[in-house]
């Protein structure tokens, strides 16, 4: 350097001690020696660690999204529709069958199909024994004349309790029920039928001789047994069972007990000869809040808050003129506990992948039974109504923080959220699937933001 | 402060070093000529990733880290950030240094804090060939006017290259403080060689005017 007085310079300025107030060395200490798992930070930190840290970390993000989506694609149909009748999609009915309402009995036949799914089998099952109480409650109805009682009675069974036993252990189940409900026995031997069209008409008359009996008698506890049956067994239409959906249809035959059943008795009736489709809709779990959270270290951190939770849901079922439809919204409070692991930690943005647990309390909560019979809406509130008062979920989810400032920010979750199912319990929403989207989002609150 | 002391134990055929981190001895006046075995065996306890060792050594240049620092950014809290990258990178590479003598620790590591350093201000989307207030730069360009700095202070002299446009204080300290060439400086820093020497004439011209006028104006604004 040819001045000399930058020489000079540099000499008295090399001696200078700069004061400043900060203890750097606390911070390099933070990061050099890291409080929560007792170790240094890695000595080698190649970029290919790096590349696996960021991979996993969106493959738990990716995880997180189609778990989501096919937790929703299970929970909805992307129709948003059932066809309820056999529960099965639907079926193109048959011309020599159409005019005569044998649709039901054709809906029916992918039911019948003996032994060919486990599910169809639980239905079995299900149906014989619900079939012992509609003999039971058949016969009071009508004992009084015992031939013309248990003719009534045959008719009234569905046809799915007359097919061939599906194995030896059914067959003997079978038979002990029998013999337990006396002049019943002829009605539930083994059918030998196995023509499908004979089998169909036979169905189709039962259900005409069931819809006589219930039009005749309109008694809640026959209405309610015919319907729990005859839903179970899937012989009417809009009311066997469904394989995915949050409302339970037991509702419906819940709602038999109250004073609207006479129509649901014009709907189950005016539908047998119907075409219907069923429609669920399970809203997704909304929870707005606030949250407070602690950085544990610069990637891990704690979060808990305070969250108003809405669930609701809905199910539709029958035809154009005849259905019947449930609502129900539950309003809850919740407390949730959550470890997140941060794997983009800007001044502005923070990307997250986080899980933990949450305990929500109904604060409010109400259940709508709605009825269309030939174009009349009736409608009434169901006070039997108690929502599962408190319920306990699991979580994941991905998220991503926006931050005004080092504490304050404002952040969104969308992830899948577990409910635990309590038996007492008549809450719908959670009876088939607990697992559904969610998302959570509001405020939060950065106690210790580690930067 | 902190002080290595040197306990020296003989064996029959071979001198065992081992440092013991006192923290009430004060460090030596002059930290940056620790005797060869000492700051060899301070490598040795760096390797291990000693807690007390990585505080030692940090002790023993903190004074001359924060002043480099402090050169190329004024504000404590970016100074902080360098400082933690800085060691964070040292504590990472601590495998790769290689010893070759006194004071080749001092080097390696001021070379990754001016490395930091000038990485911090890319992040901070400074630009180094910045343009200057006219009115920043003498008329006339006489070479042969030196400014007396002998009564000026240090703390003051320092205050003033803090001062300087950040693209002319950049290229100000490496010419005068790294001793880097206008070669180098333009390789470091990503401008033309033509460019970091207009830069370094135009800061040097700058802090002529300061400290003269410091000194005509009786200490000016830097109330000494």
Not at chain 1, 49 to 56: M, P, T, Y
Request: hydrophobic share 35%; aromatic share 8%.
């Amino acid at each position: 350097m040819d001045d000399k007085w930058l020489n000079k310079l540099r000499e008295k300025v090399n001696d200078h001690d700069p004061q400043y107030k900060d203890d750097f060395w606390e911070s390099i200490e933070e990061r050099l020696f890291p409080e929560e798992d007792k170790k240094p930070v890695p000595v080698k930190k190649f970029p290919v660690a790096r590349l696996i840290s960021f991979a996993a970390s969106i493959a738990a993000c990716l995880l997180v999204m189609f778990g989501s989506y096919f937790l929703l694609k299970d929970n909805s149909s992307p129709s948003g529709k059932n066809q309820i009748a056999g529960a099965k999609k639907p079926v193109d009915i048959p011309s020599s069958l159409q005019n005569d309402g044998t649709e039901l009995a054709t809906s029916d036949q992918n039911n019948t199909q003996v032994g060919q799914t486990m599910a169809e089998l639980s239905d079995l099952e299900r149906a014989k024994k619900q079939g012992i109480a509609i003999s039971v409650n058949l016969k009071k109805q009508f004992g009084s004349n015992r031939e013309d009682a248990d003719q009534k009675i045959s008719a009234a069974i569905p046809e799915v309790l007359k097919r061939e036993p599906l194995t030896a252990a059914n067959n003997n189940m079978f038979k002990d029920d029998t013999n337990s409900a006396n002049g019943t026995q002829q009605l539930l031997k083994p059918s030998e039928e196995s023509n499908e069209i004979i089998r169909k008409e036979k169905l189709l008359e039962d259900l005409k001789i069931s819809k006589k009996l219930m039009a005749k008698s309109k008694k809640p506890n026959i209405l309610k047994v015919l319907g729990g049956t005859l839903l179970s067994a899937g012989v009417i239409p809009g009311a066997s069972s469904v394989a995915s959906g949050y409302a339970s249809f037991d509702n419906v035959a819940a709602a038999a007990d109250s004073s609207d059943s006479d129509h649901l008795t014009d709907v189950l009736v005016g539908n047998q000869n119907q075409q219907v489709n069923s429609t669920i809709r399970k809203n997704k779990a909304l929870s707005f809040g606030i949250s407070v959270n602690t950085d544990i270290s610069k990637k891990w951190s704690l979060s808990s808050g305070l969250f108003y939770t809405k669930l609701s849901s809905e199910i539709e079922a029958g035809s154009d003129e005849y259905n019947y439809s449930i609502k129900q919204v539950s309003h809850y409070i919740g407390v949730p506990v959550q470890l997140n692991y941060r794997f983009v930690n800007k001044p502005k943005v923070r990307l997250y992948v986080g899980a933990g647990g949450q305990v929500d309390v109904a604060v409010a909560s109400k259940r709508t039974n709605n009825y269309e019979v030939a174009g009349a809406n009736f409608s009434e509130g169901d006070p039997s109504y108690k929502p599962q008062r408190l319920r306990f979920s699991l979580a994941a989810a991905p998220g991503i923080e926006y931050r005004f400032n080092k504490n304050l920010g404002l952040y969104a979750e969308p992830g899948v959220r577990y409910f635990f199912r309590q038996n007492n319990s008549n809450e719908a929403d959670t009876e088939r699937n607990p697992a559904s989207f969610s998302l959570r989002t509001g405020m939060r609150y950065t106690i210790n933001a580690k930067d | 402060m902190n002080l290595a002391t040197c306990n020296i134990n003989f064996t029959k055929n071979d001198l065992n070093l081992s440092l013991e981190y006192d923290d009430e001895k004060p460090i030596p006046p002059n930290p940056l000529k620790v005797v060869v075995s000492e700051e060899q065996e301070l490598v040795n306890d760096l390797l291990k990733k000693d807690k007390n060792a990585w505080k030692y050594f940090y002790n023993l240049y903190a004074k001359d880290l924060i002043r480099i620092c402090g050169r190329y950014v004024s504000d404590g809290e970016q100074i902080n950030d360098i400082l933690q990258e800085g060691f964070v990178k040292m504590f990472q590479s601590i495998e790769k240094f290689e010893y070759r003598g006194d004071g080749s620790l001092s080097a390696w590591m001021r070379r990754i804090i001016i490395n930091e350093a000038l990485g911090y201000l890319r992040t901070l989307n400074k630009n180094i060939e910045e343009s200057v207030d006219p009115q920043e730069i003498p008329d006339k360009e006489d070479e042969s006017d030196e400014p007396e700095i002998q009564d000026v202070p240090q703390s003051v002299l320092y205050l003033m290259i803090q001062e300087l446009p950040v693209g002319y204080r950049t290229v100000f300290n490496l010419y005068v403080f790294e001793n880097m060439s206008h070669k180098e400086i333009a390789k470091r820093l990503g401008i033309a060689e033509a460019s970091s020497a207009s830069q370094f004439h135009r800061a040097k011209k700058i802090l002529a005017k300061k400290i003269t006028g410091y000194k005509q104006s009786n200490k000016g604004h830097y109330g000494r």
